[in-house]
Structure formats: C-alpha cells, structure tokens
C-alpha cells in the first residue's frame, strides 16, 4: 500500500526527531516551522519538502501532525490565515501531539468535521530520543474510525499506542498526568528543601522515604537534583506551570475546583518568576530553599 504523505508542523526537540522517525521509515513529509535550520534538516534527509503556510501543508497532506506549544498556537494554527482549515482535504486527518486545552481540541474537531475531516488528540510520553527511535507512549483519543485510520502511522512512532475515548480524552489523560507529577515533583521538592533548613541530611531522607511507599521514579527525579545535583528530568518548569494552568482551566469548565492543583500552580509560577523557566521541575527546590515567610 503506498504510504500516506505526513504534513508536520513543529520541529523542536520531540517534533523533530519523530519526523525523523517517519523519514527513516520511508514517509514522505511536508513540514512547517519557523526554525529554517531545522526544516533545513528535515529536506537534507531527502523525500522532505518544506511548505510556506498551513494551508498549502494541509492541502498536500493525507495526515498532518502538529507537535506545538500551545492551544493558542494550535489554533493560530488551525484558524489563522492560510491555516489547516482553510486547506485540509476531505478525508485527512488533523492529529495533535502537544498538550493543548481539551475544549479547545473539541472545537477544532467539529470545525474540521463540517469539511470532512478528522481529528485525533495524542498527547505524548516519554522522550526526545524515544521519538527518534518510534517508542513513544500514545495517549490518543477520537472517533473510533478516524484513530483507525492513522493507527498503522502511529505505531510507527510509538511503542504504546493507547486509544482513550471520544476526541479531547487524550488531552484530558494527560492533563491529569501532569498535575499528578508535577504536584509530586513540587511537594518532593519542597521536602528536601525543608529537610535542608532543618538540618536533616537529604541523602537520609531519601533513604528513609524510598523504604516506604512514596518511592518512586518523580522522587529519584527529586533526589538526583536535591541531592546529587542532576537535573535529569527533562521537562522544565515553564512546561509544568502551563500544563497545570491548562489543569485548572480544564477542571474549571468541569464544574469543580482543585486547591492542590491551585497550590502548585502558585509554586510553579512563583519559580517562574524567580527566573527558573528553563530549569527542570527539580530544580524548583531552589526555589523552595531560598523562600521567606
């Protein structure tokens, strides 16, 4: 069967090596991004061209990827002159990889449909590297047909490839995800940190808690950096404090509320501000050490 032609808008760290992965597998792709080095990159591998607009992309493409920062973007994306919707055939297939607000995934879902498309949400875990080699883990979501039809390109970039339900429960999984390890992450951290303003050694903290059931992968994240001085997580804050403001917002158009995600929302965007954006979510214990009453 011939296989079908990728459309792939973002080239950072995670798109550009699953667009990697497709090449090295034998798609063709049609690519999109504001970084010319990057898309450079892509068209010296070969079977690769770059397109101008989202439009022109989407017009040439059975599928298009988007692997992008935020909802905004994505809807900048979609509904911005010369975007996706203005150029998508019938029959293809919008699939988000970011982490994006699950209404706003709804909405575009139903504008794509009224012109004969599809849409999946698939969120991502794992890594950079883990896309080059097409082992990601997949949390897609969407109309049962639609996932079908895209699962065979999925399963070429991922080694789990988890179909959740109707469209925007993948964002939905991830969200939840995300608050869950970021307010492990914070509450972790804020730990070690009060151990070293108490005088308690961390390292036999650490010995001391991961005897018991709070051990686990986020804690030696924790460690590593409270303790050992590795930042090895490899997500950073500013992602986390987005993602947990799309948390809040997400439980807001629920009906409900979430102090302790309110909690660490605050915690983040303070660590934000203090100029630790770029620091991996571990080091918020710096953060955490230097606060004053």
Known sequence: ???????????????????????????EVVVMDLNQDAVASVIDR????EAKTPAELASVSDIVMLCLTTSAVV???VYGDNGILAGIKEG??????????PA?????????????????????????AHAKDGLL????????????????????????????????????????????GMTTVCAMSQAFAVAELAGVDRAQLFDIMSAG??????????????VDGVSDLGFSIANANKDLGYFLQMVEDLGTQSKIAEGSSANLQAAFDAGLANGNVPEIFDYFVKLKK
């Open 104 to 128: 706003s995934t709804r909405k575009i879902g139903q504008d794509l449909a009224a012109k004969g498309a599809g849409m999946i949400d698939a969120p991502l875990g794992r890594t950079p």
């Open 213 to 226: 059931p709070s051990n686990s992968p986020f804690m030696k994240f924790c460690k590593n950096y409270a």
């Open 137 to 180: 883990n997949i949390m897609a979501a969407g109309d049962l047909d639609t996932f079908n039809k895209v699962k065979p390109v999925l399963e070429q970039q991922g080694e789990n490839v988890f179909h959740l339900g109707a469209l925007g429960a993948g964002h939905t999984t991830k969200l939840i995800n995300n608050f869950m």
């Open 92 to 101: 293809a297939v919008l699939v988000d990889f970011g982490t994006s607000i």
């Open 75 to 77: 809807e900048k994306v």
């Open 46 to 49: 070969g079977n690769a061209t």
């Open 1 to 27: 069967m011939t296989k079908p032609v990728i459309g792939f808008i973002g080239l950072g760290l995670m798109g550009g090596n699953m667009v990697e992965n497709l090449q090295t597998r034998g798609f």
